[in-house]
C-alpha cells in the first residue's frame, strides 16, 4: 500500500505532528528569512524526525525577501525577530518549488504502486 499524505508547513513546533503520520509520508518544509543564521542545530529537527520515522524530508524552502533585523548586533533579538517573521513574500519562487516537490511526491508513489503490483501504473495526472 502506498501512502500519499504530504505536510507542508513553516519550520516550528507544530511539526511534531509528524510521528502521527504514516511511513512514506513526506514533509515539506519553509523557512523566514533571516532564520537560517539564527536557528543552529534545531532547524535540522524535522528532517532528523523524518529520517527516523521512514519519512521522506523533501526539501526546506528559505523566504529569499523580508525584513532585516532592525539590530543585527543584538543575535538574540534578531533570533526572535526572524522566528516571528512572515513567510512567503515571493509567491511565484515557493509555488514553483512546491509544484515540483508535489511532482516528485507524485512520480515516487506511481513507481511505488507500479513495483508493488508488477505493471506500468497509467496516471491521468498532468505533469503540470
Known amino acids: 500500500m ?6 507542508a508547513s513553516p519550520h516550528g513546533a ?3 505532528n509528524m510521528l502521527f503520520m504514516d511511513q512514506g509520508s513526506s514533509v515539506m518544509e519553509f523557512f523566514p528569512k533571516g532564520w537560517l543564521e539564527h536557528a543552529g542545530k534545531g ?3 524535522p528532517w532528523w524526525m523524518a529520517k ?5 524530508h523533501q526539501g526546506s524552502w528559505w523566504d529569499p525577501v523580508g525584513e ?9 533579538q534578531c533570533f526572535l525577530f526572524h522566528k516571528d517573521s512572515k513567510v ?11 509544484r515540483k516537490v ?4 507524485r512520480v515516487s508513489k506511481l513507481e511505488q504502486a507500479s513495483n508493488n503490483v508488477g ?9 503540470c
Open 2 to 7: 502506498t501512502n500519499t499524505d504530504v505536510v
Open 14 to 16: 507544530q511539526l511534531t
Open 43 to 45: 532547524q535540522y529537527a
Open 52 to 56: 527516523q520515522s521512514g519519512m521522506k
Open 68 to 76: 532585516e533585523c532592525p539590530n543585527p548586533k543584538q543575535p538574540m
Open 88 to 98: 512567503g513574500h515571493n509567491e511565484t519562487y515557493f509555488a514553483e518549488w512546491a
Open 102 to 105: 508535489l511532482n516528485q511526491v
Open 119 to 127: 505493471t506500468k501504473v497509467r496516471s491521468s495526472v498532468c505533469e
